[in-house]
């Protein structure tokens, strides 16, 4: 009974972080053709949503799948038959989530784009403002309570995804290469710093 509920808990951690990032991704395009008018610039480039849902979200989610146990999982009352696979407020997480996600990468290129700066370079700054809320917002889904009752270096397999994730998506930015194949733009040191911190 232990470890079938941790599977399951963590079936659903694993579910509610990518569904999460997709909903960010979706609506960050959708913030572009609502607010923009007839000019729409698109925030992120095909190849850079395919970045997103491969690297930064697919292998730092995968590690929620090894997640240490809940201190309450035997405290739990059993489930009912019929209780869905969302229940609990874990629709209502992955929607309201995913639209901060995706709101906050919006209002970053939108601040890039105002204030003088390329669509290029606009674009790679919401690319990274949402892998790097993405990555925070792992942490967030590690648990159903609240992120500050939980030990962030429990799971070891989650925090080398992570470092992994942003190295590499840090590269894809800053080496001619990954600017070549992506179509990203180095970012201004104190930009980095910025949206890092307003993810």
Do not use: C
């Not at 290029?120 to 809320?133: G, N, P, R, S």
């Not at 800053?174 to 911190?197: D, K, M, P, R």
Request: cysteine-free; overall charge neutral; proline content about 4%.
């Amino acid at each position: 009974v232990r470890q079938g509920r941790q599977i399951f808990d963590n079936l659903r951690k694993f579910i509610r972080q990518a569904l999460t990032a997709n909903v960010g991704e979706v609506s960050v395009i959708l913030f572009a053709f609502l607010l923009m008018g007839p000019d729409v610039v698109l925030p992120l480039t095909p190849l850079m949503i395919l970045w997103v849902n491969l690297v930064s979200d697919g292998l730092p989610a995968l590690a929620l799948g090894v997640e240490p146990e809940e201190k309450d999982l035997m405290e739990r009352k059993p489930g009912k038959r019929d209780q869905g696979f969302f229940s609990n407020g874990l629709g209502a997480r992955i929607l309201t989530r995913g639209l901060a996600l995706g709101g906050l990468s919006f209002v970053t290129f939108s601040y890039a784009l105002d204030g003088g700066y390329s669509a290029q370079y606009a674009q790679t700054v919401a690319f990274l403002t949402l892998i790097f809320a993405q990555l925070w917002s792992l942490f967030d889904a590690r648990t159903f309570t609240t992120i500050y009752r939980k030990n962030p270096f429990t799971n070891h397999y989650l925090l080398g995804a992570v470092a992994v994730s942003a190295i590499l998506s840090l590269s894809v930015v800053y080496t001619s290469f990954g600017q070549l194949v992506s179509s990203t733009e180095a970012l201004e040191f104190n930009h980095l710093i910025s949206l890092i911190f307003i993810a």
